[in-house]
């Protein structure tokens, strides 16, 4: 079946450290992929997404995911954390096929940045 | 250029009570989606449209309906409230499927609509 899994669902940081958010998919044709953040009582933004023109994407606010094929992994990283980067990330997932696009999103991280 | 909008922010409802959650685009965008969000389990969907004049069920449509009003108005009922209804409710919409872009054309959301019912 296909699905999204991120791995941690709070993930804690310290303010300059890197930060690492894991999403994986489980699908035998790549997808595309997406990741969005949500600020505390917003919407959904979108950071970045996979367009297949390069396997590493940069993103809004100096975030960057990387696809890797063989993983089935789309993982967002940032070099330096900022206090301002606290919010939660949710990977989405639109599956090959069909015509309405419908988005998978996993369950979430909540990022916490520690001064 | 508002974007998504989605009325009302709010809203405080009894158990079998009925409401309307609405939601407008103006990006002239075809596809338009219906979420929930509910702590620790990401954004489901509800319902979509995608394009004006169909709709159709996503992952949990049990106890709301949908109407795609026009291209581009997209309105959320619930015939009676319950609590398991308390939740977020988001508005999502996008380009239409074979448009410049295609399938990697992102969905824009609204700023939500928080439900509780008692």
């Known amino acids: 079946a296909q699905s999204v899994t991120q791995l941690g669902s709070h993930v804690s940081v310290s303010e300059g450290a890197l930060v690492l958010l894991r999403c994986n998919y489980s699908?035998?044709?790549?997808?595309?992929l997406f990741w969005y953040v949500q600020y505390p009582n917003q919407g959904l933004q979108l950071l970045l997404k996979?367009?297949?023109?390069?396997?590493l994407v940069k993103g809004i606010n100096g975030f960057e995911a990387e696809f890797k094929k063989s993983e089935t992994s789309f993982h967002l990283t940032k070099p330096s954390a900022h206090m301002s980067d606290a919010a939660e990330y949710f990977c989405?997932?639109?599956?090959?096929?069909?015509?309405?696009?419908?988005?998978?999103f996993g369950k979430g991280t909540l990022l916490t940045v520690n001064p | 250029n508002a974007g998504v909008t989605q009325t009302p922010k709010f809203q405080v409802l009894k158990t079998g009570q009925s409401m309307t959650l609405q939601c407008a685009q103006d990006?002239?965008?075809?596809?338009m989606y219906w979420y929930r969000q509910d702590p620790g389990m990401g954004l489901r969907l509800i319902y979509y449209?995608?394009?004006?004049?169909?709709?159709d069920k996503g992952e949990v449509p049990n106890g709301y309906n949908v109407s795609r009003l026009n291209k581009r108005e997209f309105s959320l009922r619930l015939e009676s409230a319950a609590p398991s209804q308390t939740s977020v409710y988001f508005c999502?919409?996008?380009?239409?499927?074979?448009?410049?872009?295609?399938?990697?054309?992102?969905?824009?959301f609204g700023p939500g609509t928080r439900l509780t019912v008692l």
């Open positions: 999502a919409s996008r380009t239409a499927p074979g448009l410049a872009g295609g399938p990697y054309n992102e969905q824009f």
């Open positions: 699908s035998s044709v790549p997808p595309y």
């Open positions: 996979y367009t297949s023109a390069a396997t």
């Open positions: 989405a997932v639109q599956f090959s096929g069909g015509s309405n696009y419908k988005l998978t």
């Open positions: 990006m002239n965008h075809n596809s």
């Open positions: 449209s995608a394009s004006e004049g169909t709709t």
